[in-house]
Structure formats: C-alpha cells, structure tokens
C-alpha cells in the first residue's frame, strides 16, 4: 500500500495544497465570476419582466383611455345637441315676449304722447283765452271811451237787465 | 526513449512544501482564471456586449444543466458555483496541459532515480495538473466532503447519518454499510478515472510526437482537447448527481 502510494507520489502536503487550491478557486470565482453573472442574469431577467409588465399595463391603459375618450366624446356630442335644442326653445319665448313687451311699449309710449298732445292743447286754449280777454278788454275799453256816458249807461243797464231775466229763468 | 514518471517531479521547496511541476500549474490555473475573471466580469452592463454575451450563455446553459439533475432552479444557482468551479479547474488545468511547451520545457536533473543508473533525467517545469494523483484525489476527497456537508446542511445531520447507519432492518443496515464503502469508493474511481485519462494522454502524446514529430500527433491532440472536456464535465456531473442525491430525503 505504502509502495503504491509512493510509486504515484502522492504526498499528503500536495494533497492538502491541491485542496486549498480547489478553495481559493472557489473563493475567487464566487467573488468575481459567478457573483457579478448571477445578479447581472437576475437583474435583467426582472427588468425585462418589468418591461413587459410595463408594456402590458400600458397597452391596456391606452386602450382604457380610447374607451372613455369615445364615451366621453359621445356624451359630449349629445349634450351639445340637447344644448343647442334649448337655447333654440328658449330663444323661441324670448323672442315672443320680446315681441309682445315691444308692442306693449309702443303703445303706452303712443298713449302718453297723445296724452301730452292733449294736455299741451288744453293748456295752449287757456291761454289763447287768457291773452284774448285782456286784448278784449283793451279793446272793449278803447271803444267805450269814444262812446257818450249816457249811451254806455243805457247800454249797460239793458245788458244787467238782461242778464237778470236769463238768470231768473 | 523519453522518460515517463507517474509521480510529478518535484522543482523546488517552499516552507517545507515540495513544490512539483502539477501543483505549478494549477497555480497557473488559478491565476489565469483570476485575471480571467477580473477582466471580463468586471464591465458587465445590463445591454451585453459580444463577450458577455456569449458567457453568460454559456452561464444560462449550465445552469440548465443543472436544473435538469436538481429540479428547480435555485438549488441550480445554489450548488452552481461548486459544480462550475471544479469543472473550470479540471478544464482548464486538461486543456492547458496541451499548449506547446508544457511537457517540452524543462532541465536536466543530476539526481536520476537508481533505475536510471545516475543517468540525467529531464524534468518539464510544467504538467498537466490531472496527471498527478495529488491534484485529483484532492480534487475528490473535497468533492466528496463537501457532497456530504451539503446533504448535512440540506436535510440535517441525524437524517444524513441515517442514510449510512441505520438499524431499521438488517436489509436497511447492511445497504447502509454498502453506501457508506460506496462513498470510498466513490473518491478512488474519481481520483483515478480523471488521473488516468489525462495521464494516459499525456503518454500517448509523449510516444506519437517521439515516434512521428510531424501531423501524426495532431488528430491526439484534438483528442486530448476532448477527453479534457468531457473529463472535466464527467467530474462535474457525477458529483452534481451526487450532491443531488445527498440533499434529498428518500435513499
């Protein structure tokens, strides 16, 4: 046994030597092989997992988006078109009543300028009465001045008396 | 005839530690994977550049492999860096032991052996690491431990145990015996399998370049490229098997 161990040199110092190897082997790519592979093979695997993810929801979220935009854009449609219906009802009446208030205005504005015609006539009468008893007076006066005492007497008693009977009457 | 010794020869000593011509080169190795390492892991960006991306298919692959013996694939990014690191080691150390100047470089050494009769005999300062049974036996020894402490680790020492010593039926007793022989023998067929094949290539290019230096020695050549793969991947699978096989409950 010891003849075969000698015979292939097997010597326990280079068995344990060739055994630190296998561990400062291990120790080393551990630390700058696999390590760096390992979280670099995992951290593209998430991100591409988190690409996809991202794609998907995006996708999804885009249609969602076209969905209410279409429902959003239909509603809007008919209820500019309602609105629209309105205003037209509404402008409708207003106009009616514009109309009507109109023609109730012109009216009253006709009345009240005839009324003031009318005022202004009356007004204008007084005073065409007043300025003509002054001129008659003026006028009776000059004339009574040229006429004898006695003949004005007489006329004036018969004028009285006159007056008298139509107020007994 | 050139001279063909089993045993590594032995270049010089370092604190009492003979160092040999094998246990240089996986020196080497080791360094080689180092700088190795060093350069092309350390710029990796998440968009891979040519290199990258062919490592880490190769990365991808194995861990297929792997996943494929263990089932899920944690346990394969789990025991991966074990798996790899010996078949990195045995694959390189093979391939390596092929290059131009590794069995031809070397000196005279006065101290032949008595077979020799005083005769010089030549010794290349460098060999292929699995020619010499150091490196492999080491090599399964620290496989076949660490195959043990991770079954240890994955289902408990007590269930572990179990697997070799039990007294739950004389059937049961005498198999766990048998395993526990198995596990030995386990380490010699590691051993020598590897060290045969890589030695016995050595050899035989030895003999074809001494008997016709020209063309004949390249079709060998390509075979020793070969049987280093599928050495180093026969090493690797069998203690992934093994690990597998140890960190699960039922025998």
Do not use: C
């Not at chain 2, 000196?107 to 052996?113: L, M």
């Not at chain 2, 010794?123 to 496989?143: E, K, W």
Request: net charge neutral.
């Amino acid at each position: 046994m010891s003849e075969l161990i000698k015979n292939f040199g097997v010597d326990w110092k280079l068995l344990l030597a060739q055994a630190v190897n296998f561990f400062i082997l291990l120790f080393i790519l551990k630390k700058f092989a696999y390590g760096p592979v390992m979280k670099m093979l995992r951290k593209r695997k998430e991100e591409i997992e988190k690409g996809l993810k991202f794609t998907k929801e995006a996708g999804e979220k885009l249609g969602r988006i076209n969905e209410e935009r279409e429902e959003v854009l239909k509603d809007a449609r008919g209820e500019a078109l309602t609105i629209v219906r309105e205003a037209e009802g509404t402008a409708k009446v207003r106009k009616d009543e514009i109309v009507t208030d109109a023609a109730k205005k012109g009216e009253s504005i006709i009345m009240e300028a005839k009324r003031h015609i009318e005022e202004e006539k009356a007004k204008m009468g007084e005073e065409v009465y007043r300025d003509a008893e002054g001129l008659i007076r003026s006028g009776i006066a000059r004339v009574l001045g040229k006429m004898s005492a006695e003949e004005r007497d007489k006329e004036l008693i018969k004028e009285a008396l006159s007056e008298l009977k139509t107020a007994a009457k | 005839m050139p001279h063909i010794e089993i045993g590594a020869e032995k270049l010089f000593e370092i604190f009492g530690l003979p160092v040999t011509n094998t246990l240089l080169m996986s020196w080497i190795v080791i360094g080689i994977l180092l700088i190795a390492s060093l350069f092309i892991f350390r710029r990796m960006s998440i968009v891979p550049s040519f290199l990258q991306n062919i490592l880490e298919f190769f990365v991808e692959g194995f861990l297929k492999v792997l996943e494929g013996v263990f089932g899920t694939r944690e346990k394969s990014e789990k025991y991966f860096p074990i798996v790899a690191t010996i078949f990195l080691f045995v694959l390189i150390s093979n391939w390596l032991g092929i290059l131009p100047g590794v069995g031809s470089l070397g000196f005279f050494s006065a101290e032949g052996g008595s077979a020799s009769g005083g005769e010089r005999i030549f010794v290349p300062f460098f060999r292929s690491s699995a020619s010499d049974l150091n490196f492999t036996l080491a090599l399964a020894i620290v496989a076949v431990v660490l195959v043990h402490i991770l079954g240890v680790a994955a289902i408990g020492a007590g269930k572990h145990i179990s697997k070799f010593f039990t007294f739950k039926s004389p059937i049961d007793f005498f198999v766990g015996i048998l395993e526990f022989i198995s596990e030995i023998a386990k380490m010699i067929s590691f051993s020598f399998r590897l060290f045969g094949n890589v030695f016995a290539g050595e050899v035989l290019l030895v003999i074809t370049a001494f008997l016709v230096p020209y063309l004949i020695p390249v079709p060998f050549l390509m075979l020793e490229i070969f049987v280093g793969f599928i050495q180093a991947l026969v090493f690797a699978m069998l203690t992934t098997v093994f690990i597998s096989i140890a960190i699960s409950h039922n025998h």
